[in-house]
């Protein structure tokens, strides 16, 4: 089968510039291993926030935040995309130091987070347990719902002429120096361009390209309670990153810390108990009446993560035609629509409004020295 663009991972990245090729009139083919949305993209938080992001993603998360402003539009579908805010707490003065910091960073890329003291914080959220001194806040994050995202962009993508082929496993890449050749499920694909968005698998592609890079498995560990009384408007996480919290309009309440695990081929990923109980105690340790709640469900899947903890964004510096976008640190969920749009301008256009350099698989590839 020939194609303009062939897309290997159906996660939110994959899907979105699937779409977004489409909607430019480019054949496109997208091979999935399994179900799209069905690894990070599908089993994380769901939190849409630009709040703790590192100055470099700024303005990747503020071009996705965008997008997600219309993503119903977009989709034709209901994400349960909600625009509740995102509270980030301090539990010691020093992480009231990093909100602060983080804040005047914001401030310089157009965002606009508001602290909130101690007595307003206890004024404003009284379920809030003493441990909590303080909270950043930005009102235009919020959440939504990572079952639906990838789904609803490929079938929005293949309204628009994609191609999307679920359990279509890749077992053979090559480039003649014009071309890939990608084989799925006994079928030869062809394209001038490959897009890597295979997620922790990704890795595995760029190093079949003289790309190797040191990406980890990461499998977030979360879990969700039974239904109770609704108290909670705004999406939570803490300084240092060991608690997301928040709850559904239904009542139940999702949260998440710490890490699941795999066998050593990734088949299968499971939660982990002493994960779990962990972040029980820390969510119990901020908001004391979830102490009786019952949880029903714990769930985990699968991530890449790379050890500056920033993606690989961007073209291949091996390979003409490949862009590499995995390895997001369990942070993909809110950038995926962006980064699908900044796929396509840089199949399109040969650039992109977001500024990539410190995403560069270059920092692990390039020979000392070199430029």
């Not at 194609?3 to 083919?29: E, F, M, P, Q, T």
């Not at 157009?110 to 806040?137: C, K, Q, T, Y």
């Not at 309440?253 to 990923?269: L, Q």
């Not at 469900?297 to 091996?318: A, I, Y």
């Amino acid at each position: 089968m020939q194609a303009d663009v062939l897309i290997v991972g159906g996660g939110g990245a994959g899907c979105s510039a699937a779409l977004h090729l489409a909607k430019r009139g480019v054949r496109v083919v997208l091979l999935e291993r399994g179900l799209v949305g069905s690894q990070a993209t599908g089993v994380n938080y769901g939190g849409v926030r630009q709040q703790g992001r590192h100055p470099a993603g700024i303005p990747l998360a503020r071009k996705s935040r965008e997008i997600w402003s219309r993503i119903t539009e977009l989709t034709g579908a209901d994400v349960e995309f909600d625009p509740c805010g995102h509270l980030k707490l301090a539990r010691s003065e020093a992480e009231e130091a990093e909100l602060l910091r983080w804040n005047a960073l914001a401030a310089e890329h157009g965002l606009h987070p508001r602290m909130i003291g101690r007595n307003a914080i206890r004024e404003r959220f009284p379920h809030f347990s003493d441990v909590v001194i303080g909270g950043s806040l930005m009102e235009e994050d919020g959440s939504a719902n990572p079952r639906l995202l990838a789904p609803a962009l490929a079938r929005a993508a293949r309204a628009a002429g994609a191609t999307i082929l679920e359990h279509h496993a890749v077992t053979e890449l090559a480039h003649d120096g014009a071309a890939f050749d990608v084989r799925a499920n006994g079928t030869h694909f062809t394209a001038p361009w490959l897009l890597n968005c295979a997620g922790f698998w990704g890795g595995a592609i760029a190093a079949r390209f003289g790309e190797p890079v040191p990406v980890e498995k990461l499998h977030p560990n979360m879990l969700v309670t039974e239904p109770l009384p609704y108290f909670l408007r705004e999406s939570l996480g803490v300084v240092g990153g060991d608690l997301y919290l928040r709850q559904i309009p239904r009542g139940n309440v999702i949260f998440g810390g710490g890490r699941g695990e795999s066998d050593a081929a990734i088949s299968v990923t499971r939660p982990r108990p002493e994960a779990a109980f962990g972040a029980m105690q820390r969510a119990i340790a901020v908001i004391p009446r979830l102490a009786h709640a019952m949880v029903i469900r714990s769930w985990t899947g699968t991530d890449g993560e790379m050890p500056d903890h920033f993606p690989v964004l961007g073209p291949s510096r091996t390979t003409p035609g490949l862009v590499h976008a995995f390895g997001f640190c369990g942070e993909g969920f809110q950038t995926g629509p962006g980064v699908g749009a900044v796929l396509s301008e840089l199949v399109m256009d040969g650039a992109t409004d977001v500024p990539l350099e410190a995403f560069d698989i270059g920092r692990f590839t390039a020979a000392p020295g070199a430029v």
